[in-house]
């Protein structure tokens, strides 16, 4: 069965900082990996998105995940927080064959002035 | 093009009403899906519609119902509310459904609160 796990349900960070919020994935077969932002009083919208080749990969915003398979990983970064990143991250995993994406409890990342 | 829209934006209810939210996918998407989002449950999955056939449920009580028009508009209604009802309810559109590696293009939300 397929599952993921962010680790932290709240992340606070200084603006100009590192942003690093985990997540990790279970999955029997190879996974497709997502990560969704949600700003206040909005849905969800993509973030980035690991389908297959480059294990790096960049999005939006400055934004970028790697997949390690090792560890079942696909931590989300940023080099340099901003204000405006304050807002809710998911993480999620789908599989080819499969007919549901499986969202994490998320991370609500928090900004310092 | 448009987005995904859901309406109303917000809504008030008493307990034992009944309440009929409305979605309207990205033009050309086939798939609406349906989640509920509270602070102490996350995003929880209801069900997914793919041309108007429920393809997929989460583990929600029969009073949680939805419907797939032709026009691949979805509607949820909830029938008989509780105290617990009361939140966000996201509706996302995805050109070829749940799974994969599709990206699903959410709405706003409703916002429901059960008085």
């Known amino acids: 069965a397929q599952s993921v796990t962010q680790l932290g349900s709240h992340v606070s960070v200084s603006e100009g900082a590192l942003v690093l919020l985990r997540c990790n994935y279970s999955?029997?077969?190879?996974?497709?990996l997502f990560w969704y932002v949600q700003y206040p009083n909005q849905g969800l919208q993509l973030l980035l998105k690991?389908?297959?080749?480059?294990?790096l990969v960049k999005g939006i915003n400055g934004f970028e995940a790697e997949f390690k398979k090792s560890e079942t990983s696909f931590h989300l970064t940023k080099p340099s927080a901003h204000m405006s990143d304050a807002a809710e991250y998911f993480c999620?995993?789908?599989?080819?064959?499969?007919?549901?994406?499986?969202f994490g409890a998320g991370t609500r990342l928090f900004v310092k002035a | 093009k448009a987005g995904v829209t859901q309406t109303p934006r917000y809504l008030i209810k008493t307990r034992g009403q009944q309440v009929t939210l409305s979605c309207s996918p990205i033009?050309?998407?086939?798939?609406v899906s349906w989640y509920q989002q509270t602070p102490g449950q996350g995003l929880q999955f209801l069900f997914e519609?793919?041309?108007?056939?429920?393809?997929n449920k989460g583990n929600f009580p029969g009073r949680f119902s939805g419907r797939q028009f032709s026009n691949s508009r979805s509607e949820m209604n909830v029938s008989t509310l509780e105290l617990g009802d009361s939140a966000l309810y996201l509706c996302?559109?995805?050109?070829?459904?749940?799974?994969?590696?599709?990206?699903?293009?959410f709405g706003p939300g409703t916002r429901l609160t059960v008085l």
């Open positions: 996302a559109s995805s050109l070829y459904g749940q799974g994969e590696n599709n990206e699903q293009f």
């Open positions: 999955s029997s077969v190879p996974p497709y």
């Open positions: 690991y389908t297959t080749g480059a294990t």
């Open positions: 999620a995993v789908s599989y080819t064959g499969g007919f549901k994406t499986i």
């Open positions: 033009s050309g998407h086939r798939s």
């Open positions: 519609y793919f041309s108007e056939t429920q393809r």
